[in-house]
T-cell receptor, first 110, second 114 residues
Framework: SQQGEEDPQALSIQEGENATMNCSYK?????LQWYRQNSGRGLVHLIL?????REKHSGRLRVTLDTSKKSSSLLITASRAADTASYFC??????????FGTGTRLQVFP | EPEVTQTPSHQVTQMGQEVILRCVPI?????FYWYRQILGQKVEFLVS????????KSEIFDDQFSVERPDGSNFTLKIRSTKLEDSAMYFC????????????FGPGTRLTVT
């Protein structure tokens, strides 16, 4: 499979808690991207991490990449109700497309 | 901030009819994409377009589908003879330079085939 596999499938937390989502993939990549989708709406790009990077931050987001384990994680710190959405990883396999998995559905309760 | 726009937001059509979904990508982007999402399912890649030609397409993108960049700003997806199973959200996306860069998605067109 060319897609990333997100884990867990669903995650429920309280506002203020941290949320961690994981992504595994099977082949060598150039980069890996994380996207968010609010119910029924378009995907929003969150962060892109290149294969020679190990960690990247953007606001409350922290992404790690371990190419030896073919895995990535997305950490959202101090979560808010507005973070409720589905989160997807998309490994770039040097093809002209992104393949999305089933995602992690994050529910943040006020 | 520049954004990808799509029209219409919702299209209802009868089976067998032709539909054209329209997108205006971000102006300096060079790569354009169509994806679709059937209700409750994954976002699926349909086609990528660069330098006025299709660069990659999925198995879904059969002869009933076509894409066009008729002018310098619009990017269209045509479904020649719609089927019930074409009912889905269709998302357009654009990128500065392929999958080495982030893709910016439009809000989608909900296509309902009756």
């Amino acid at each position: 499979s060319q897609q990333g596999e997100e884990d867990p499938q669903a995650l429920s937390i309280q506002e203020g808690e941290n949320a961690t989502m994981n992504c595994s993939y099977k082949t060598s990549i150039n980069n890996l991207q994380w996207y968010r989708q609010n119910s029924g709406r378009g995907l929003v790009h969150l962060i892109l991490i290149r294969s020679n990077e190990r960690e990247k931050h953007s606001g409350r987001l922290r992404v790690t990449l371990d190419t030896s384990k073919k895995s990535s994680s997305l950490l959202i710190t101090a979560s808010r109700a507005a973070d409720t959405a589905s989160y997807f990883c998309a490994p770039d396999l040097n093809t002209d497309k992104l393949i999305f998995g089933t995602g992690t559905r994050l529910q943040v309760f006020p | 901030e520049p954004e990808v726009t799509q029209t219409p937001s919702h299209q209802v059509t009868q089976m067998g009819q032709e539909v054209i979904l329209r997108c205006v990508p971000i102006s300096n982007h060079l790569y354009f994409y169509w994806y679709r999402q059937i209700l409750g399912q994954k976002v699926e890649f349909l086609v990528s377009f660069y330098n006025n030609e299709i660069s990659e397409k999925s198995e879904i993108f059969d002869d009933q589908f076509s894409v066009e960049r008729p002018d310098g700003s619009n990017f269209t997806l045509k479904i020649r003879s719609t089927k019930l199973e074409d009912s889905a959200m269709y998302f357009c996306a654009s990128s500065l330079a392929g999958t080495a860069y982030e893709q910016y998605f439009g809000p989608g067109t909900r296509l309902t085939v009756t």
